[in-house]
Structure formats: C-alpha cells, structure tokens
C-alpha cells in the first residue's frame, strides 16, 4: 500500500484529467492516463480544446488521487501514458514521471515534437518507455503549410531534431498523423513518410469532427476508410508498419 500523506512536491503537478484504464493508447497495454493543460500550438482540429484554451476553468486533480489508484492496481495496470495539451512544456514532468516509475510502472509520453532538448533528455535519463509524437502534416515549402496547420510559427527544425532524436533512440516509439481533409492528402502523407524513412510505426488517425478547436472544423467531413487504407499503402514503402486507427 502506499505510505504516507500527501507530499508538497505533488503540488506542482497540474494535472487536469485521469482515465483510470485504457486498451487504446498503448498498444498490448493496460494504461492509465494523465491529461496535463497547455499547448503551443492552435491546431484547428484538435479534439482537446479545454486543455489548450480553458484550462484555468478544469479542475485539477491531485496526484494523491492517481498515486493511490495506481498502487491499488499495481499488477494490473501496465503502464501510464502522459498527454495533454503538450506535456513537455511543463518544468515538473520529470518529477511526475519519477514518482510514476517507484510505483513500478512503465512511462509513455505523447508529445508534438516542439521540445526536442526537453526529450532528449527524457530519452537519456531513461524515464522513458515509450514516445508517441504527432506529425501535423508534410515539411513542403519550407514548412509553410505546416505552419498553417498548427496556426503558428512553429520551429520546422525542432520538429525536425525531435524526429531524428526519436528514431536513434533504443526504445519503441510511434509517429502519429490525424488525417484531416484539407491539411493532409496521399501527397502529405509520402512527405512524411519519407522523412520519418526506416521508422518503426506510423498511425494514421482517422479526424473525427466532434468538438475541435475551431469550430469550423466540425463541419469536416472526413475521408473515407479507403482513402486512408490508400495512403497506408503508400506509406508502407518507407515505413515499417503502418496502422489505421479511430476507424
């Protein structure tokens, strides 16, 4: 059982959301999830608005609260994927994760790439298990669309720095890549292929227009399952597997 009351160090976790159990999110693992507030980026499509734009209004969860469902459940839960928002803007994700592994647990983050010194070290440190990283769209035109993807000015090389950290690294990772009509196409998707070329695992989300950032998107309607089962295709000359999900 875990011992003790709550720890002033905890206090500095902000953390917005728990799903106790998840068979989605890390692929062959049991996984609680931890939902941190805060982006960078303006994605118009992104499905978690409230984290991005009105986190000061969600009520915080303390980590007294996972930390005693988690060591109720050790055995059974497998591991803990940190999400958000974007968790490495955040100074205490260390420490959260550090109290996340004397419980004994496996430790995935998902994170848009724009920190790729902050992942870096996480990689180095070994407080890692797995990385999930998005990637918006393709690099053309000297990063222009993806910047009006993310409605920001995004450091095209970071992303960048963040991909090839990702991929020398020695543990299981995945790219990510919401298909949204009008900021992905088949043409996009090679794109990224290429530049993610000899990559474990890329996923190819399917865009589901249900409360997006901007609302306009709702109005989206997304590609057909062939659509995507062609750009999977496409994506299985550079790639070493390629998945569809929320299909």
Same mark, same amino acid.
């Given at each position: 059982?875990?011992?003790?009351? *709550? ?8 953390i917005?959301?728990?799903? +106790? ?7 062959? $693992? &049991?996984?609680?999830? &931890?939902?941190?507030p805060?982006?960078? &980026?303006?994605? #118009? ?7 991005? &734009? ?15 469902? *988690? ?6 839960? !497998?591991?803990?994927?940190?999400? =958000?928002?974007? #968790? ?28 790729? +010194? ?5 990689? !180095?440190?070994?407080? *890692? ?13 000297? =990063? ?7 409605? =920001? ?16 690294s020695?543990? !299981? ?10 900021i ?6 090679? =794109? ?7 990559? $474990?695992?890329?996923? *190819?989300q ?8 901007? #609302?306009?998107?709702?109005?989206? $309607?997304?590609? #057909? ?23």
């Amino acid at each position: 059982m875990l011992k003790g009351t *709550l720890k002033e160090s905890w206090r500095k976790f902000n953390i917005k959301g728990f799903q +106790e159990v998840s068979l989605l999110e890390w692929e062959g $693992k &049991l996984t609680s999830i &931890l939902f941190v507030p805060g982006c960078n &980026l303006r994605c #118009p499509f992104c499905h978690a608005k409230d984290l991005v &734009l009105k986190t000061d209004k969600m009520e915080s969860i303390s980590f007294e609260r996972v930390a005693s469902y *988690l060591d109720a459940k050790r055995g059974w839960i !497998d591991g803990v994927a940190i999400t =958000g928002g974007e #968790p490495t803007m955040h100074k205490w994700l260390f420490e959260l994760i550090d109290e996340i592994k004397r419980l004994k647990l496996a430790v995935m983050i998902e994170t848009n790439g724009t920190y790729p +010194e902050k992942i870096k070290t996480l990689l !180095d440190t070994e407080r *890692l298990n797995y990385i999930a990283m998005d990637i918006k769209t393709s690099f053309e035109n000297s =990063g222009k669309k993806y910047k009006e993807a993310v409605r =920001g000015d995004v450091d095209i090389a970071s992303i960048k720095r963040s991909i090839d950290i990702i991929m020398s690294s020695d543990i !299981d990772y995945e790219f990510r890549t919401t298909i949204v009509p009008g900021i992905i196409d088949t043409e996009d998707i090679i =794109g990224i292929a290429t530049t993610i070329e000899g990559a $474990k695992r890329l996923c *190819l989300q399917q865009f589901s227009p249900k409360d997006t950032l901007d #609302p306009a998107y709702l109005k989206v $309607k997304p590609y #057909p399952r062939e659509m995507l089962e062609e750009m999977a295709e496409a994506a299985r000359k550079f790639v070493e597997a390629v998945v569809i999900k929320n299909v």
